[in-house]
């Protein structure tokens, strides 16, 4: 009678470590290498250089009467559409840096990286990651004859 081998917690935690990862949450070790795995995976990158080959771009601009607003998007020549790329708040600015990076393949500019909006995005994009990559162990370890607890 040979002894089942179950499907852990621990040892789908175990896995990531071997890839590098962590379910500690972005940042919470090393943000510069976080960001690198994130960019890897969702191949991406993010810049405050405003130059010719930004895919996206993201900035704030200020009103003729000083409101400050926000323009989330994809044209360069300076085209903007006010309905869809004009954001008089920035509470939403992580959902649509989110999804630029999940089409993939794009090079993004934010004229301030540290905001938090950018934090936000990136660690909603590493939860995905991560639960993509447990997903991925999962059926690793289910081809090895692991089986799930009932």
């Known amino acids: 009678m040979s002894k089942k081998k179950y499907i852990t917690d621990e ?16 940042a919470a070790e090393d943000e510069d290498e976080d960001y690198k795995k994130l960019c890897e995976h969702y191949d991406f990158e993010l810049t ?28 360069d020549k300076g085209n903007v559409n006010v309905n869809e790329d004009i954001h ?18 794009a090079t993004i ?7 938090y909006y950018v934090t936000e995005s990136m660690e909603t994009l590493w939860e995905n990651m991560i639960d993509s990559i447990k997903d991925e162990i999962i059926i690793e370890l289910e081809n090895e004859g692991y089986e799930h607890e009932d």
Not at 52 to 65: K, N, P, Q, R, W
Not at 109 to 115: N, P, R, W
């Open 48 to 75: 405050d250089q405003w130059h010719g080959t930004t895919d996206y771009f993201l900035y704030s601009e200020t009103t003729a009467d000083g409101y400050e607003i926000w323009v989330a998007t994809d044209n």
């Open 109 to 115: 500019y934010v004229d301030d990286m540290e905001t």
């Open 11 to 26: 040892l789908i935690e175990e896995r990531l470590n071997e890839q590098g990862l962590s379910l500690n949450g972005y």
């Open 88 to 105: 008089y708040y920035d509470n939403d600015l992580s959902e649509v840096l989110t999804e630029w990076i999940r089409y993939g393949g």
